[in-house]
C-alpha cells in the first residue's frame, strides 16, 4: 500500500498571504488529522476529519481552516499567513474505527517571510 | 489541560541501553504512544501502552503506571540508526485520534 502523500513538500510564502496544503491517505483510511511541528511547541493537533466531518479541533484560530473529501483527501487551508506559522505540517491517517496506530505522511515545510 | 514531559536529550553509547521517561497530566487518558522521528522524517509509530506494565517488541519495550501518569520506553542493544527523537503521545478519548504529544526526547547513539 502506499503511504500518506502531503502536497507540496515545501512552501514559502509572505505575511498576509493563504496556503492550502494538501493530504491523501492510506488507501482505505477514513481518518485524517493535522498536526504542526515547530521547534519551540512540538507536535500540535490541529484538527481531526472523518468521513467529511471534522470530529476533533485543537486550540488554532480561526484562520486555521480544513475539510475532507469523499475519497477521503483532506486538505487545510490557513488565511491570513503569520512569521509564527512557519511550520512543519504533518497529516496522519488511521484506519476506519478505533485503530491504535496513526500513520504520518512527510509533512509539508511551510516559511512564512 | 493536558501536560506531557520528557527529558530533552539524551546520549548513550551503541550497544547499550536507554530508558526515556515519559509523565503525563491530562484530563482523561484512553492510551499512550510513542513514536520514532528521525530529522527531516515523518514519525513512525513504535509502541502503544492502554493497561499497565510492560510491551516489548524486539529491541524495543514500553512500560505503563496510569496510576502514576507514567510511561517509559526502553531501547536495547542501541545502534547508530536509534538516534533520533522519541516523541510520548497521550489519547484522552476512546476512539478519539486527537493526540497530546510531549516535546520529544532526542536521543543520540555514540560510538
Known amino acids: 500500500k502506499a503511504g500518506v502523500t502531503q502536497t507540496p513538500r515545501y512552501l514559502i510564502k509572505t505575511r498576509g498571504q493563504q496556503v492550502t496544503l494538501s493530504c491523501s491517505p492510506i488507501s482505505g483510511h477514513r481518518s485524517v488529522s493535522w498536526y504542526q511541528q515547530t521547534p519551540g511547541q512540538g507536535l500540535q493537533f490541529l484538527f481531526e476529519?472523518?468521513?467529511?466531518?471534522?470530529?476533533n479541533k485543537g486550540n488554532f484560530p480561526g484562520r486555521f481552516s480544513g475539510r475532507q473529501f469523499s475519497n477521503s483527501r483532506s486538505e487545510m487551508n490557513v488565511s491570513t499567513l503569520e512569521l509564527g506559522d512557519s511550520a512543519l505540517y504533518l497529516c496522519?491517517?488511521?484506519?476506519?474505527?478505533?485503530?491504535?496506530?496513526?500513520?504520518f505522511g512527510p509533512g509539508t515545510r511551510l516559511t512564512v517571510l | 489541560g493536558q501536560n506531557i514531559d520528557q527529558p530533552t536529550e539524551m546520549t548513550a553509547t551503541e550497544g547499550a541501553i536507554v530508558q526515556i521517561n515519559c509523565t503525563y497530566q491530562t484530563s482523561g487518558f484512553n492510551g499512550l504512544f510513542w513514536y520514532q522521528q528521525h530529522a527531516g522524517e515523518a514519525p513512525t509509530f513504535l509502541s502503544y501502552?492502554?493497561?499497565?506494565g510492560l510491551e516489548e517488541k524486539g529491541r524495543f519495550s514500553s512500560f505503563l503506571s496510569r496510576s502514576k501518569g507514567y510511561s517509559y520506553l526502553l531501547l536495547k542493544e542501541l545502534q547508530m540508526k536509534d538516534s533520533a527523537s522519541y516523541l510520548c503521545a497521550v489519547r484522552s478519548t476512546w476512539g478519539d485520534y486527537k493526540l497530546s504529544f510531549g516535546a520529544g526526547t532526542t536521543v543520540t547513539v555514540r560510538a
Open positions: 496522519a491517517s488511521s484506519p476506519e474505527g478505533v485503530g491504535n496506530e496513526q500513520f
Open positions: 476529519y472523518f468521513s467529511e466531518t471534522q470530529r
Open positions: 501502552n492502554v493497561l499497565d
